[in-house]
């Protein structure tokens, strides 16, 4: 397949975001709610609707109100994309009209491969013997923490398309997450946050891997967000890209998680390198930024016992699914 760049001129259409799996069950699929949601997290989230969101708060009747902009919005966006499309308005362009139409479908997906980084389901990734289901996101001032539970496709009108991680993401309260002396970040994944705002760009995430947390036990995690090396782009390598089920950049499975959980935390940005203990209760520095000639080296650095043994890989042939 070769990669083309997106026909659509907005910001939150990416070419660097592959779907894959076959189409999740009914189960998943969103309601009509949920969609309702997503489109109106995309249209606040959207950097070319800034100066239609700011307009719209200006007004008389919103005055500032977010509860009242968050509720006729949407709704106002529409008819302003509608009536201006022949003003030569320079703030209006034909995917902001798309945009304001709503999307014709939502589909969900199991896994998606972002950047060559592979993200799978929390639910598919647990019976996996390879971890890809964490995921952090950077909010204003704040970075969350959780894993992912489905990858959403909004199809919008002429096919533009919009790929959203739809998460599950931990409490962010200091009662839910310990830093140690080390600048170990470690997160209490038997919490529950946010669960009206469990939308996020596919792109604008990192994939997180969790370790447990020897010393606390229990659900308690130390979360270490991954930073795979020697990815590029096929384009810029002047290659063909595989198929969505090729195997991207994986990390051997510790997860372990709770299944109740929705992850958002409050990150300490540190330099220190993260501390792994061994089976003698010894540390081992292990530095990010060492080089190795040892393809290996990654998966050494993260792990652990193989407490999943008798876990077999995923071989599930899910059916397609049309919502």
């Known amino acids: 397949m070769e990669e083309h760049a997106p026909r659509f001129n907005l910001s939150i259409v990416s070419s660097d975001v592959e779907v894959g799996g076959a189409r999740l069950s009914a189960e998943y699929a969103l309601s009509d709610e949920e969609i309702a949601i997503a489109h109106w997290w ?39 994309m509608d009536m201006i499309k022949s003003d030569d308005n320079p703030n209006w362009s034909h995917e902001l009209l798309l945009l304001a139409m709503q999307p014709q479908r939502a589909r969900v997906y199991p896994t998606c491969t972002v950047n060559g980084v592979k993200f799978v389901s929390e639910e598919r990734d647990s019976r996996r013997r390879t971890q890809n289901s ?57 919490t529950i946050a946010y669960e009206d705002d469990p939308f996020v760009f596919a792109t604008s995430v990192k994939q997180v891997f969790y370790l447990d947390d020897l010393a606390r036990g229990d659900a308690w995690k130390i979360a270490n967000i991954v930073h795979p090396r020697n990815i590029y782009r096929a384009a810029t390598l002047g290659v063909t890209i595989p198929g969505p089920e090729a195997d991207a950049y994986q990390e051997p499975n510790a997860l372990g998680i709770h299944d109740v959980a929705t992850v958002r935390q409050n990150n300490v940005k540190h330099g220190r390198v993260l501390r792994i203990r061994d089976e003698d209760s010894t540390f081992i520095d292990v530095d990010p930024n060492e080089e190795t000639d040892d393809d290996s080296d990654d998966e050494l650095r993260h792990r652990l016992p193989d407490i999943n043994s008798d876990t077999e890989e995923d071989s599930s042939d899910d059916s397609d699914y049309e919502p």
């Open 42 to 80: 995309v249209l606040i989230n959207c950097e070319e609707v800034k100066y239609w969101k700011e307009l719209h708060l200006s007004f008389p009747e919103v005055d500032g109100d977010l509860e009242y902009h968050n509720m006729t919005f949407a709704n106002y966006f529409r008819t302003w």
């Open 134 to 190: 964490g995921v952090m996101a950077k909010g204003h001032g704040l970075d969350y923490y959780g894993v992912l539970h489905s990858v959403v496709e909004l199809v919008y009108a002429e096919g533009m398309k919009v790929h959203l991680f739809k998460c599950r993401w931990f409490d962010t309260g200091a009662q839910s997450t310990k830093m140690d002396q080390y600048g170990n970040l470690s997160v209490n994944t038997a």
